[in-house]
């Protein structure tokens, strides 16, 4: 059974830092590009970042990027996504992708 839970999310001020993980299970973590995606209230769900299976490719959404990093370790199934300098504009729910697969989601709440 494929499981992807993200944890991480929290509330913090306009300029702080959190740090998303998202484990995975249930395919083979280390042959599927990896994405973050967000969905604020009322609008869509958006691209964040991606990662392919090795790490060594990435590619951010130019909202995020020089702010956010995404990283993934093979040998934890997991991936992560550190945020820096966060916005009010960050608030959402983020989602990690594997291939097909969603996760649930973890809140982030930026205040300003």
């Known amino acids: 059974q494929v499981q992807l839970v993200e944890s991480g999310g929290g509330l913090v001020q306009a300029g702080g830092s959190l740090r998303l993980s998202c484990a995975a299970s249930g395919f083979p973590f280390e042959d599927f590009w990896m994405g973050w995606f967000r969905q604020a209230p009322g609008k869509d769900r958006e691209f964040v970042a991606s990662i392919n299976g090795y790490g060594t490719t990435t590619d951010y959404a130019i909202s995020v990027k020089g702010r956010f990093t995404i990283s993934r370790d093979n040998a934890k199934r997991t991936m992560y996504l550190q945020m820096n300098n966060l916005k009010p504009e960050d608030t959402a729910i983020y989602h990690c992708?594997?291939?097909?697969?969603w996760g649930q989601g973890t809140q982030v709440t930026v205040s300003s």
């Open positions: 992708r594997g291939g097909d697969y």
